[in-house]
């Protein structure tokens, strides 16, 4: 409004001094580049001209910067109003981040405690692995004292071949043990009267019958007599075995191994001491007694089986 009213006042006042009049030859011409024969009051005018003048361009130079100004107020207004958005924006992604960042943080806790779980289980697994690997140096121990034991009262070999020359003259008899008790049950008295060598003869020919509580009784009765006990045990343990009752079965062939541990019936006496072993749920040492097997008789029938044994475990 000030550009408007400053405008009309210098229109006006341009009126009022077109309207006076001119001297003679332009003398007094106040619109002449360079006026001259100017009155006092001409030249006063002039001058507020020339002042009025300068008012106008100056206030247009202001209202101009004014309106820079404002232009330059609505670009940083602007330039707010993004910021802000922007700000906004940042606050917004950055509460995301920190929940990301609280559920990484606990699934890094949950994933700390789980390992630190595996590691002590492992620990724990690994003492008893230790444990059992004590064990079973302890049982090889014991074992290599009954095998390098040696006892004078033994089965040579040449005696247990004589034993078990007719082993196959003889057809599998098993339900008849059983009712011909009562009519072939020798007592003792009747023992007493054989020799001890005509007692093991028997005996074995009841075992090659599958005869086997008189097999056992006969057997039992050279063990009293001390009659080449280590034979007479592992017989009778092989009875045991045969007739699946194996914790018996391995005491007999404990006893015979600790009174003659180079009977040429030991890779058979280990095997189903190992056998027996399993069949007892007493893995760890069957497992040790089947590779005593191996290393002991590498090259024997029972080596073989013994690899297989230990195969299915």
């Known amino acids: 409004m000030n550009k408007i009213l400053l405008a009309t006042l210098y229109v006006a006042i341009n009126s009022v001094l077109l309207n006076a009049e001119p001297s003679a030859f332009g003398a007094g011409n106040l619109d002449n580049p360079n006026p001259y024969g100017l009155t006092s009051s001409e030249k006063t005018v002039l001058e507020n001209k020339k002042a009025l003048k300068n008012v106008v361009v100056h206030s247009n130079n202001q209202a101009n910067k004014v309106d820079s100004l404002r232009e330059r107020i609505d670009g940083l207004q602007s330039i707010i109003e993004s910021l802000s958005r922007k700000s906004q924006e940042n606050k917004i992604a950055l509460a995301e981040l920190e929940n990301k960042n609280s559920e990484d943080l606990k699934n890094s806790d949950e994933y700390e405690k789980r390992l630190g779980q595996a590691v002590e289980l492992n620990t724990k697994l690994s003492e008893v692995n230790a444990q059992l690997i004590a064990k079973n140096i302890l049982v090889i121990e014991e074992l290599s004292k009954l095998i390098n034991s040696i006892n004078t009262t033994y089965v040579s070999k040449e005696e247990f071949n004589n034993l078990v020359n007719d082993v196959n003259e003889f057809k599998t008899l098993v339900a008849k043990e059983l009712k011909s008790t009562s009519s072939t049950q020798v007592d003792k008295s009747s023992l007493d009267t054989m020799n001890n060598a005509e007692i093991a003869t028997q005996a074995q020919a009841y075992y090659d019958k599958k005869y086997y509580t008189k097999g056992i009784e006969y057997y039992s009765h050279l063990i009293t007599k001390n009659y080449k006990p280590a034979n007479a045990h592992f017989m009778i343990g092989q009875m045991k075995f045969k007739r699946k009752n194996y914790a018996e079965a391995i005491s007999y062939y404990k006893k015979s191994a600790s009174l ?31 590779n005593a097997v191996i290393a002991k008789f590498p090259i024997s029938s029972e080596a073989e089986e013994a690899k297989k044994y230990l195969l299915a475990l």
């Open 260 to 290: 003659y541990s180079k009977a040429s019936y030991m890779s058979e006496l280990l095997l189903n001491t190992a056998i027996s072993m399993e069949k007892t749920n007493d893995i760890q040492n069957a497992k040790t007694f089947y």
